[in-house]
């Protein structure tokens, strides 16, 4: 069976979906990430759905899902590159994510990240 | 209708011309629409001139059988001027009454001609009356349709003119919206946020109802629906200039705006600039600072 991809970033995990995905794809995705964030301590997943033309209510639900299981293993989900068709589209079909982080591109999700991570930095950025 | 009728129908508006026009234009002149100085009066004698022509041409060969052939040109002549009459502003009656007070003319150019009997002379008005009839409703229906194309391109036109995305700042993006949120513009309001986002990498977006007259139920859910779509690409929102009235209202409907909102324009750009790590100061008071530090060292 396909399996996606799960690339280790320092304390995060990045996953990058290129394919249409489909439903028994979701789920398996969804158990490798929680194994993968136990497994490895990970402190924040990112999930690029750049290349994701369709996302269906189950693919919302599944987003959803992951940012909940993650929480409480402690580590942030970050949903980025969503493209501005499937925004309306989960919009219209009422799922607004609202447990998932968004950011507009990967390197912004990775920043995101890095700054929970590293609180005393933002600090003294912000103070600059 | 016998063929001999309209032989002479044909011959009748070929010959009397110089009668008819004449005639004809003094009822249209009478009927308004020069006066409002819309239309020459040497175009609408020409005009005229060329429609009796073709009438002429279509009554021998097609008789009075307005959905023959051989009207096709008399129809697409009614439909050029209809066009024409509608975009220049004219009513639908004074477009219709151009082909209607032709009648006048005709039946006195018909009376005139003594050669006929009564029953010839009685079938013959009827004739005209008919074929005048739905030429004339011809024009009215030209003249509707071609309003409505106006009316569907202005439309578009406010569509497009109403909902700029505007850049502020880098990764600021202002979308001031002026008139009533319904669907179909939320839906296209929505569209070009988001694909401005996207272009411009921006990282909050500044939403202006100043322009809004009232929000009610509706308007918020679609507002709330651009902001949850905003998020989901990964840019913040802000509402701004919500003005006392409205925000009473908001709160007696028992909307909840879950969203950061500002008194005006100007507010919500100083939040933006502050989340993205910038400040905007008085270069007095820079100078100030800059004085007072070595100063302090000293």
Redesign the interface.
């Known amino acids: 069976m396909d399996r996606i991809p799960i690339l280790k970033l320092g304390d995060a995990l990045l996953v990058t979906i290129q394919v249409d995905m489909h439903d028994r794809l979701a789920t398996a995705l969804e158990e490798d990430l929680t194994n993968k964030i136990v497994t490895l301590g990970a402190k924040g997943v990112l999930i690029d759905i750049s290349a994701l033309e369709i996302v269906d209510s189950f693919i919302g639900r599944m987003l959803d899902n992951i940012a909940a299981v993650s929480r409480i293993l402690d580590a942030d989900t970050v949903?980025?590159g969503?493209?501005?068709a499937?925004?309306?589209t989960?919009?219209?079909l009422g799922l607004?994510?609202s447990g998932v982080k968004?950011?507009?591109?990967v390197e912004?999700?990775m920043a995101l990240i890095q700054r929970r991570l590293e609180p005393e930095d933002e600090d003294a950025?912000?103070q600059d | 209708m016998a063929a001999i009728e309209t032989r002479t129908l044909a011959s009748l508006v070929g010959d009397k011309e110089g009668e008819i026009l004449p005639e004809w234009l003094g009822l249209l002149k009478k009927a308004a629409g020069l006066q409002t100085g819309r239309i020459s009066e040497s175009e609408l004698a020409a005009q005229c001139r060329d429609f009796l022509h073709l009438f002429r041409d279509a009554l021998e060969r097609g008789g009075v059988d307005a959905s023959n052939a051989s009207y096709s040109q008399v129809r697409d002549f009614l439909g050029n001027m209809s066009r024409s009459r509608a975009l220049q502003g004219f009513s639908p009656a004074e477009t219709a009454t151009f082909v209607f007070s032709l009648k006048q003319p005709l039946f006195n150019a018909m009376n005139r001609d003594k050669t006929n009997s009564p029953a010839a002379l009685a079938q013959m008005t009827w004739g005209i009356t008919l074929l005048l009839d739905e030429l004339g409703l011809y024009t009215f229906e030209v003249f509707q349709k071609s309003r409505e194309e106006v009316i569907l391109r202005q439309q578009r036109e406010i569509a497009e003119l109403s909902t700029p995305v505007v850049k502020l700042w880098d990764g600021v993006l202002a979308l001031p919206i002026i008139g009533t949120l319904d669907s179909e513009r939320t839906q296209v309001v929505m569209e070009n946020l988001l694909q401005h986002i996207v272009d411009e990498g921006a990282e909050i977006a500044i939403i202006d109802i100043t322009g809004v007259p009232t929000v009610d139920t509706l308007t918020a859910q679609h507002l709330l629906k651009t902001v949850a779509a905003a998020r989901l690409m990964g840019a913040d929102c802000i509402i701004s200039g919500i003005r006392p009235q409205i925000a009473q209202t908001i709160v007696h409907l028992g909307v909840e705006l879950n969203v950061i909102s500002k008194a005006t324009l100007a507010d919500a750009l100083s939040v933006a600039l502050r989340r993205t790590g910038r400040a905007v100061m008085k270069v007095k008071s820079i100078e100030a600072e800059k004085t007072k530090k070595p100063a302090e060292k000293g």
Do not use: F, Y
Request: glycine content about 4%.
């Open positions: 949903v980025v969503m493209r501005p499937v925004a309306i989960l919009v219209e607004s994510l968004t950011a507009l591109n912004r999700g950025d912000e």
